[in-house]
T-cell receptor, first 111, second 117 residues
């Protein structure tokens, strides 16, 4: 299982773009990168998933360099409601591998 | 369309007791996974069920057991409760048989908060 490393916490002001970087040096060829968001007393919610280059949806963008040893979740123009814990996960599409969550990054958005 | 539902939302038990937590997966999903989340930590994988069988198991003792019913709903049972079992227990479902989160993100419920005194 690829291990991920991400900052414990980040602060941002409302309206700013936030970039959270995750390191996964041991990522395997079949591994995908997935990000989840979790609010207090709620279950994690899927944000975005990617394999390489750039993926964008209505919520966020995910940037993955060619070597895939890291990835960056980009949240455009954050609001107070984006205050949450963000988890970066790496999981294989070969076989049945359960998701392994780290401690995540606690993002605090300040007015 | 209901998402993943869990019951009860909160539960208080005494050390040594047994507890059963319940989960109904999102409509169309056949795979259910259970996670334990201690305060300030990320969710830890307990086990996964599909086709009514346990398919994968994390590093949890045999006191933790589960079941999946023909309608894909699931139960998590914990015997001989310890203080350290106090946590948020999350159920997640996936529509891709046996594949947890690959090209098919997990859908989580809001969990059951278990307090063991």
């Amino acid at each position: 299982l690829a291990k991920t490393t991400q900052p414990i916490s980040m602060d941002s002001y409302e309206g700013q773009e936030v970039n959270i970087t995750c390191s996964h040096n041991n990522i395997a060829t079949n591994d995908y990168i997935t990000w989840y968001q979790q609010f207090p007393s709620q279950g994690p919610r899927f944000i975005i998933q990617g394999y390489k280059t750039k993926v964008t949806n209505e919520v966020a963008s995910l940037f993955i360099p060619a070597d895939r040893k890291s990835s960056t979740l980009s949240l455009p123009r954050v609001s107070l409601s984006d205050t949450a814990v963000y988890y970066c996960l790496v999981a294989s599409n070969s076989g049945n591998t359960p998701l392994v969550f780290g401690k995540g990054t606690r993002l605090s958005v300040i007015a | 369309d209901a998402g993943v539902t869990q019951s009860p939302t909160h539960l208080i038990k005494t050390r040594g007791q047994q507890v059963t937590l319940r989960c109904s997966p999102k409509s169309g999903h056949d795979t259910v996974s259970w996670y334990q989340q201690a305060l300030g930590q990320g969710p830890q994988f307990i086990f996964q069920y599909y086709e009514e069988e346990e398919r994968q198991r994390g590093n949890f003792p045999d006191r933790f057991s589960g079941h999946q019913f023909p309608n894909y709903s699931s139960e998590l049972n914990v015997n001989a409760l310890l203080l350290g079992d106090s946590a948020l227990y999350l159920c997640a479902s996936s529509p891709v048989r046996g594949r947890v989160g690959i090209n098919s993100p997990l859908h989580f419920g809001n969990g059951t908060r278990l307090t063991v005194t």
